[in-house]
C-alpha cells in the first residue's frame, strides 16, 4: 500500500509529522519548529482512551504500535506552547 503523510501546520512555523500512516509497527512522530518544555506524544484511541503516552527526545518519538489492534488513533502531541493531533490508521 501507499504511504500518506499526515501534517498539521499551525502559524507556519510548528508542525508536527507522523508517519507511515497507515502504520504496521513502529510510528515515527517528527515536530518541525521551536518546541516549549515537556514535550509529550499521547496516542488515544476513537473513544479518548489514552494507550500509550511517550516523552520526546529532541524533535523525534518513536511509538511502538504493534501491540495495539486495528483502527483508527491519534496521535496527540503536547508542550508547554504547543497542542496538535493527527490521526493515523493502526494496520
Known sequence: SSVAVATVKGNGT?????YPNP?????N??????????????I?????????TQA???NTAIVDMAGLTS?????KYTDS???????VTKQ
Open 71 to 75: 483502527g483508527i488513533y491519534f496521535v
Open 56 to 58: 520526546l527526545t529532541g
Open 23 to 27: 502504520v504496521a509497527k513502529q510510528l
Open 14 to 18: 510548528f508542525a508536527v509529522e507522523a
Open 44 to 52: 488515544t484511541d476513537v473513544t479518548g482512551k489514552v494507550v500509550l
Open 81 to 87: 506552547e504547543h497542542t496538535q493531533t493527527v490521526k
Open 29 to 42: 512522530v517528527k515536530v518541525y519548529g521551536a518546541q516549549g518544555n515537556n514535550p509529550v506524544v499521547t
